[in-house]
């Protein structure tokens, strides 16, 4: 579904309460809100999901390999394998297996703390790999537990099923876990439970939220568990032991943080699907968002005006124009909305904004277009600087637009005395008659009386050029004698 206001761009939020699609940028986003409010009746609308409107996780493969590689998660890894050198070399001088149990739980809690804040980062729509600062590493949600729990479950209910059903049973329970795992590693993530990740009525409800692609997202889990296995089996069969042990580790970590990031981003692709909030800030950072604030403020003048509340517009834009950056766009539409509103009033105020831009020289040709609809509209309006004038007459290259040039240059060599800038506009006027209307005699006396009365300034060069050429021109039309 489209926006109603922007048909060229997907919905991505539902007013139950207007019963309107909305893009995100024509949403009222507030930091802290876990969703956007409507411009219109003010209410917290509901989302359609993301699924529709980012990248599908299957597509996204190059992301999840690589972000291994970022800073933050190489200083993690680095930081990994350093800790598991150190409690190899401890296993190795003091062999006691309970300081080696606890020595490999404390090394495995840090390596699960990374990779479920690697899992909850990227679900909120943030692809950066966590930093130091950002992982809790003394555990307090106590994800080590959770997770050891887990397995203790896992473990448990293997060993039942395999004595009830024998070897069959174990082989089922296998594959059981294989299909279940993706879900119950984004559960325990997701709601920080033992229960949701166990609860076979959660897990079918991410398993259906995701949908068909989970099969997919199945075969990826394998696909990265099989690299793992053999990237460790490779280092342990190749390099000693005191060199293998930290870079097994290594793996492990690589390709966990390869395989949370990818279950995390799912969990952003699903939100919706899966029953989880986004807050709205880290919706602002997906592909489908107009990351200038300005931009997003037109957006929701466009609600303001197909809904009739003018007042709001103008007032939008108004706050838009004052970003020289975007005044232009924000002042073409104040001055289209008043001519629409029969405010001519209102429309030569923003028109006279409009037309005092120092930088209007950058949409001349749109500057005349509107000048022409603002001339229609109401007839007395006429840009008196002299940077406007300038740019106005030298966008005219059609003959049949002499009547807007007369209008642009009825008072302009009265008041030449008085603004000495209209010289450019004086220039401007004879090139239009000399190379529009071909009009060599005419653009040649408005050439001598400005060089005549302003024989100096940023004119001269281009003036003089353009009279050296009109006096040639006329010379070569003479017929010979």
Not at 93 to 99: A, K, M, R, T
Not at 196 to 207: F, G, K, V
Not at 428 to 438: H, P, Q, S
Not at 439 to 468: T, V, Y
Request: proline residues 5%.
């Amino acid at each position: 579904m489209n926006c109603k206001y922007h048909l060229h761009k997907k919905a991505l939020w539902h007013c139950n309460h207007c019963d309107t699609p909305f893009c995100i940028d024509c949403c009222d986003v507030e930091p802290g809100m876990h969703s956007p409010r409507c411009l219109l009746c003010r209410n917290h609308m509901d989302s359609y999901g993301l699924s529709d409107h980012v990248e599908p996780f299957w597509n996204k493969l190059s992301l999840f390999n690589g972000y291994p590689f970022q800073k933050n998660a190489i200083n993690f890894l680095g930081v990994f394998m350093v800790m598991a050198f150190v409690v190899g070399v401890i296993n190795n001088f003091i062999p006691i297996w309970l300081i080696n149990v606890i020595l490999k739980l404390i090394l495995f809690s840090v390596g699960i703390t990374y990779v479920f804040s690697v899992l909850t980062k990227v679900a909120r729509g943030n692809f950066e790999a966590p930093s130091y600062d950002e992982v809790n590493l003394n555990n307090s949600s106590n994800m080590t537990g959770k997770v050891i729990g887990l397995y203790l479950f896992l473990i448990g209910t293997g060993i039942t099923i395999t004595v009830t059903f024998g070897w069959i049973g174990l082989l089922s329970a296998w594959v059981a876990l294989g299909f279940f795992l993706p879900a119950m590693m984004i559960n325990l993530a997701m709601v920080r439970s033992i229960e949701a990740a166990i609860n076979p009525a959660d897990l079918l409800r991410t398993i259906v939220g995701i949908g068909w692609p989970y099969l997919l997202l199945v075969l990826f889990v394998y696909l990265i568990g099989i690299g793992q296995e053999f990237a460790q089996n490779t280092i342990y069969f190749w390099l000693p032991e005191f060199i293998s042990y930290p870079l097994i580790y290594g793996a492990l970590g690589f390709f966990h943080i390869m395989m949370f990031s990818m279950l995390g981003y799912v969990v952003y692709q699903y939100h919706a699907e899966l029953g989880y909030g986004i807050n709205a800030e880290q919706i602002m950072n997906n592909e489908n968002v107009q990351q200038v604030e300005e931009l997003r403020k037109l957006a929701h003048s466009d609600v303001y005006i197909q809904e009739g509340r003018f007042d709001d517009a103008e007032a939008v834009l108004y706050e838009t124009a004052k970003n020289p950056q975007y005044s232009s766009l924000a002042l073409e539409r104040l001055i289209k909305l008043n001519m629409a509103r029969n405010n001519p009033v209102a429309t030569v105020k923003a028109a006279r904004a409009y037309y005092d831009q120092k930088d209007l020289f950058k949409h001349a040709p749109k500057a005349l277009a509107l000048y022409q609809e603002i001339d229609s509209f109401e007839p007395l309006f006429k840009p008196m600087n002299a940077n406007a004038r300038a740019v106005l007459i030298g966008a005219i290259r059609n003959p049949k637009l002499l009547p807007v040039v007369e209008k642009l240059t009825t008072d302009m060599q009265e008041k030449l005395e008085q603004d000495p800038a209209l010289a450019q506009a004086l220039s401007a006027e004879a090139k239009f008659y000399a190379e529009v209307m071909n009009d060599d005699d005419k653009a040649i006396d408005l050439l001598e009386k400005l060089l005549a009365k302003f024989p100096h300034g940023s004119h001269k060069i281009e003036a003089e050029r353009l009279l050296g050429i009109c006096m040639n021109m006329k010379q070569s039309l003479k017929p010979n004698a």
